[in-house]
């Protein structure tokens, strides 16, 4: 896709970030209903991720590595350094510096997207009467408990 923001896996980085904020979800729901008769339910928050929330942060995370990578190209094309040494390193300067940039709008994107899924979560957990949600997505649930995945999904796509 581009050439410096290559090296770096965006679908590894946005899932990680999701699922530590839907397994603390997760967590939540449980704290205040630990009293009552607990009715355990699970969602699969690898499949949130895949099919909720990266395709809302495609086109706009794409749109924006495309204009920063473009920033970039002008901006290392600018350098009027002699010593190729030093060249190297103000480039890389610039490629962190807009690296970082890229990060900045990769968190603006995504931590809405998050508080709409926890929402979901909690929404489609109270209708069904589910008061401790666990992260289903490496198979930690063995037994038991109800899936919510595919209403969590249908609810985030209204």
């Keep these: 896709m581009s050439k410096y923001f290559a ?25 205040g ?5 607990t009715t355990v339910g699970y969602v699969n928050s690898q499949r949130l991720v895949e099919e909720f929330l990266e395709p809302a942060v495609q086109e706009p995370l794409t749109r924006e590595t495309d204009r920063l990578q473009k920033e970039l190209d002008a901006e290392i094309a600018k350098l009027q350094v ?50 401790v949600v666990l992260d289903n997505s490496y198979g930690l649930v063995l037994y038991g408990g109800m899936d919510l995945t595919d209403e969590v999904l249908k609810d985030l796509r209204q």
Excluded: C, F, H
């Design 82 to 131: 002699e010593d190729e040494d030093q060249k190297l390193k103000e480039a890389q300067a610039l490629r962190d510096k807009y690296q970082a940039m890229l990060d900045q709008k990769k968190q603006e994107l995504i931590t809405p997207l998050l508080l709409q899924i926890r929402e979901s979560i909690q929404q489609v957990a109270d209708a069904r009467g589910i008061t």
């Design 33 to 37: 209903k630990a009293q009552e008769k």
């Design 7 to 31: 090296g770096k896996n965006r679908t590894a980085i946005i899932g990680g970030l999701a699922l530590l904020v839907l397994v603390a979800a997760g967590a939540s729901l449980s704290l």
